[in-house]
């Protein structure tokens, strides 16, 4: 199942400064097989980003 997500890149104040923020949250994550405690990658390029489910337990 393939969700789309509209979302708003807004500010987020850090060290002085502003930076980039996305808010990823909601129901429709655990629709799309993600739950509390899950490992994630997140795999950035030019204008996209992919999150990914993985099994990896470093720091759990």
Do not use: C, H
Request: hydrophobic fraction near 40%; avoid cysteine; aromatic fraction near 8%.
């Amino acid at each position: 199942m393939k969700r789309i997500k509209s979302l708003k890149v807004v500010r987020l104040p850090q060290d002085n400064n502003y930076v980039p923020w996305v808010r990823v949250a909601g129901n429709w994550l655990i629709d799309a097989g993600f739950n509390y405690g899950d490992r994630v990658l997140l795999i950035a390029s030019e204008g996209e980003i992919v999150i990914r489910k993985t099994e990896d337990k470093v720091g759990r």
